[in-house]
């Protein structure tokens, strides 16, 4: 089955600097890399997605990178504020889903004032 | 329009009792999932559900079942709870190939 590597386990940056998270994934056949935030005791929601015939995408202050033939893909944040601190997930969809997603063990990132 | 509704939210059991918890959805999809998340950890497949009447094992399936005799609802039941089901459990839905939509979580304590 899929694995969904991601890394750092703890990202810490300054409020105004920007944020990267970086995650690789194993199986080929993947063909939908959503992100999610995962505020204290919430629900993870998502905040961006990309598909594998696409190589970035970008929401406002938010940019995903996918590179298909190294198999990964990251998140970035550009001028990090301090509701963006939060755990953020990637996943990865095989197939057409009926697997569900693959999630990676997450990113807790802290936003220093 | 409500999106993903599990219940209950907040539940303690006793080593060995048994309980279902209820997921419904009303945006008619035909993907169904349930996901634990244990503290500080990702999240794990226990369960998922592609229409009615048909469900198959995920990652982390043993000492739980689930039923899907309707579009909309995918109960899962803990039979014999054990300590090591103590998470958080989150029902999801989706169409398939397109964004999977997350409940609000329903936090489980096995004493």
């Known amino acids: 089955g899929e694995n969904v590597e991601q890394h750092p386990s703890t990202l810490s940056v300054q409020e105004g600097d920007s944020a990267v998270i970086k995650c690789t994934y194993s199986d080929s056949a993947s063909n939908y890399f959503p992100w999610y935030k995962q505020e204290l005791g919430k629900r993870p929601q998502l905040i961006i997605d990309i598909r594998s015939n696409v190589g970035e995408k970008k929401d406002q202050r938010i940019a995903v990178t996918l590179n298909k033939t190294a198999k990964h893909f990251s998140l970035h944040i550009t001028e990090t504020q301090p509701e963006d601190s939060a755990v953020y997930f990637c996943?990865?969809?095989?197939?057409?889903?009926?697997?569900?997603?693959?999630f990676g063990k997450g990113t807790h990132l802290i936003i220093q004032p | 329009n409500a999106g993903v509704t599990q219940t209950p939210k907040f539940r303690i059991l006793k080593i060995g009792q048994s309980m279902t918890l209820q997921c419904t959805q009303d945006?008619?999809?035909?993907?169904m999932y349930w996901y634990r998340q244990d503290p500080g950890m990702g999240l794990k497949l226990i369960y998922y559900?592609?229409?009615?009447?048909?469900?198959d094992k995920g990652e982390v399936p043993n000492g739980y079942n689930v039923s899907r005799s309707t579009t909309e609802d995918f109960p899962l039941r803990l039979e014999l709870a054990a300590p090591s089901q103590t998470s958080v459990y989150f029902c999801?839905?989706?169409?398939?190939?397109?964004?999977?939509?997350f409940g609000e979580g329903s936090w489980l304590t096995v004493v």
């Open positions: 945006m008619n999809h035909n993907y």
């Open positions: 996943a990865a969809l095989t197939g057409g889903g009926a697997d569900g997603l693959t």
């Open positions: 559900s592609v229409g009615a009447g048909i469900t």
């Open positions: 999801a839905s989706s169409r398939g190939e397109n964004t999977i939509y």
